[in-house]
């Protein structure tokens, strides 16, 4: 039996079986119906325990009140439930995508210790099972007239969710650093990922499985080996109403991506780390840390670069 039908029996049967609601005093009801209407659950569990408190004669009837609410909201529920679904099983391969765009000013140290411009892109669509994660990032700079930093990275990311917590992930990435000896590097990877915590204002993902990666060093030489990848997401809403403005209300939100890629000569290690602050409904400032170690990098370039941006993020 469907949950539409079942929560549909239960109200006619509430119906017949209990008192009218029409015993309990006018204020009473009232209170309980302006609780109702605004859709918060806390605020109906909250009123209707009062109710039992101040009318304990008339728990049969508050009971059925209960009864009748969870028993709606269940048929909302699925009704939404269902919409969503209809709407993913019909949409289009260039639909329901969502994502920010990212760009701002950078501090870098390690190699090379002077200022430029960060930019990056990051799109995902959500289907039933399948979902899919793109990514762009560019970090560029100049000093003194000559290109000082020339970092670039694209990757794709589909996932096929098959239980509530596990999935299955592909990895395809590209990226290019030239200041650490890599004129291009190609990495592609498969495996699980779980779901440590998926709920509102903390998340945490992780992944991990073998690789393959291919690199082309600016020396001319060229290295394919295979590796092992781990990958983690981290997501925690720190703190809700924080001031900015006037006019601005801020969303405090501390994240973090860590991939490692593990080989027999060479491992590769990129961590961020970000503060951000809601301005408006899409607008965010980010302050972010990044390190991207390399344990065995070309003659003449160190092993560890740091990263310190501030960014201003646009959601769409």
């Known amino acids: 039996m469907s949950i539409l039908r ?32 605004t859709g918060d659950a806390k605020k109906v569990e909250t009123v209707l325990e009062l109710a039992r408190a ?8 508050l009971d059925a009140i209960e009864a009748q609410w969870k028993a709606d909201q269940a048929v909302k529920l699925a009704g939404a439930k269902a919409a969503k679904e209809e709407t993913i099983r019909t949409a289009g391969m260039l639909e329901l995508w969502t994502g920010e765009g990212e760009i701002g000013a950078f501090q870098s140290t390690g190699n090379t210790d002077s200022l430029g411009i960060a930019a990056s892109v990051k799109a995902k669509r959500e289907g039933l099972r399948w979902s899919h994660r ?25 996932r096929w969710q098959f239980s509530e917590d596990l999935f299955v992930y592909g990895l395809a990435q590209i990226e290019r650093d030239r200041l650490q000896g890599v004129t291009r590097r190609y990495a592609a990877s498969g495996g ?9 204002g903390l998340n945490l ?45 801020a969303l405090a939100e501390g994240g973090g991506e860590v991939q490692v890629l593990v080989d027999g000569s060479n491992t590769s290690i990129n961590l ?7 301005i408006s409904e899409k607008l965010r400032s980010r302050l972010s840390y990044a390190v991207d170690y390399d344990s065995n990098p070309p003659e003449g370039a160190v092993s ?13």
């Open 6 to 37: 079942r929560s549909l029996l239960t109200a006619v049967l509430l119906a017949t079986a209990a008192p009218a609601a029409a015993e309990l005093p006018e204020g009473v009801r009232a209170m309980i119906d302006a609780a109702i209407a």
């Open 134 to 158: 793109l990514l762009g990032r560019v970090d560029y700079q100049r000093q003194d007239g000559q290109t000082k930093r020339e970092q670039l990275l694209a990757a794709y990311e589909p």
């Open 54 to 61: 101040t009318n304990p004669g008339e728990a049969v009837v």
């Open 192 to 200: 699980l990922g779980y779901k440590v915590f998926d709920r509102e």
């Open 205 to 249: 993902s992780v992944k991990a499985g073998p690789a393959w990666r291919v690199t082309d060093y600016t020396d001319g030489t060229s290295a394919s080996r295979i590796a092992g990848l781990f990958g983690a997401d981290f997501d925690w809403e720190i703190v809700k109403g924080l001031t900015f403005t006037q006019d601005a209300n």
């Open 304 to 316: 560890t670069d740091t990263l310190t941006r501030f960014t201003i993020i646009y959601g769409f």
């Open 272 to 278: 961020v780390s970000g503060l951000d602050f809601r």
